[in-house]
């Protein structure tokens, strides 16, 4: 899946647009990239059907730079700007406070081109002296340095997963290969991800490093060992492999799975019982206890077993000595999508389109949720959404909140859609917004409450009070599975479960192919310690409706 570095590289001429003073061109490559960064499905597969063309923003022009970028994995264009330019984009425009024309003065007036040269230049108080800079803002750009060099290291969850499981399949097919599995944060389905941990059970270890550190995935071998051995990915991330006896395999995957916190707290546990753990096992004295399995080592432990997205060190363990852990939400449970879009809006496909592949997915009902403001005609929206039988369609709508917390469009011109979702699509004043659309009789489902894009700061609101507000309301708050939202995240979802406030796990699709995206809201609705209870659209869809007209 390429859509991050289709989204990266236009946004990369966007920003070189931007420093060039090329104000149409910045905008409309901003828009292409946000087109294909926001679509979730395969942009490789949209080029294969000829329909880049039909995406918003997305004309003859950029949709040949696509193509250009599909083919080789670069854009000349972006080649030639940077030559006029030769800033390390990605790192500089990585600090919160650092935009294009940011980057231009920096450079015409201090030759600043890397993040280090920024850092230098600050600390020697040299940014403050710049035309619209001052102390102030450069002491912020300093504090913020070391929150990019955080950021520009990690991935989004959904894009690492195939990587990570393309490299499994590999070492499957080895001969002696009786198990890999796929540790760290992507087992605990974090919503970034650092580097790949693979841990395998094989009979002749030096073969899988063979395999391992001579894949087509490789950029570098970074250390190879008989039974240890990390490289580093063509997509800049390390990947480490570890071989171990299957005695000890279920300690060892125990061990990589969890956060540092987790295992802390896992071995203070066995030293309070006069036991040692590590990935070697569970031991008493020289004996060892446990290790086989996860379950066993737990159950050696006094806990129940602990589903990998909990092991964060958030209580889970004390839960499970008390064996009350949560019976975790999984993908069966979800019976409807309530966020969607087609072609009556900003969409690919149509409403037949979309209801035929959630039928696909095992969705009992959907709600198609076009933007208000694209739909012209409602009564053409109602029918198309009523002649579709393969699945029971509700025709909802999503509108914007405004910057005074009213809706884009009146009360009463809502009435007649089965769904209502309100969601803010601009940026300020979120709290007060957001606790002002809940007043809002028609609005049922707040979506992507936060408005957060992984990788970029992280939006000011008081999420506990919004949390705080949908439950007094009765209105749910959505997790937002668009691989580069997940919003709400997995803390919030656990806010808004003690809280006894209703989630609603949703797509946000804007094609079909998108509609399978819904997996990574469960993930995080799972590490938010949500049952199938807490989830709206677990419900059927009579109990669903029952529950809108409360």
Known sequence: MKNHLVAHILNRVADYMELAGDEFRTKAYRRAARTVEFLNEDIEEVAARGRLQELPGIGRNIAGKIEEILSTGSLQLLERLSEEYPVDLDSLLSVEG??????????????????????????????????????????????NIELARSRISRRPLAYVVPLASRIKAGLLELEGVQRVEVAGSIRRGRETVGDIDILVTATDPEAVMDHFTSMDEVEEVVVRGPRKSTVRLREGLDCDLRVFDDEVFGSALLYFTGSWEFNVELRRRAISSSMKLSEYGLFRGDERVAGRTEAGVLEALGLSYIEPELRENRGEVEAAARDELPELVTPLDIRGDLHMHSLFSDGIDSMEQMAEYASVLGREYIAITDHARYIDDPDAYFRAAERIEEIDVLAGVEVSILHDGNLEVPDGALKNFDLVIASIHDPGNLTERLLAAMDHDPVSIIGHPTGRVLGSPEPVVDIERVIEGAAEAGVALEVNSNPLRIDLRDTHVKMAVDMGCKI??????????????????VITARRGWAEAGDVLNTMGLRGFMKWLRR
Do not use: F
């Open 98 to 143: 650092v935009g294009p024309r940011t980057v231009k003065l920096l450079y015409e007036e201090l030759g600043i081109k890397t993040l280090a040269d920024l850092e230098e230049q600050a600390r020697r108080h040299r940014i403050r002296r710049l035309r619209g800079m001052g102390e102030k803002r450069e002491a912020m750009i300093l504090r």
């Open 504 to 521: 609603a796990i949703n797509s946000d699709a804007h094609s079909r192919g998108a509609l399978e995206n819904i997996s990574w809201g």
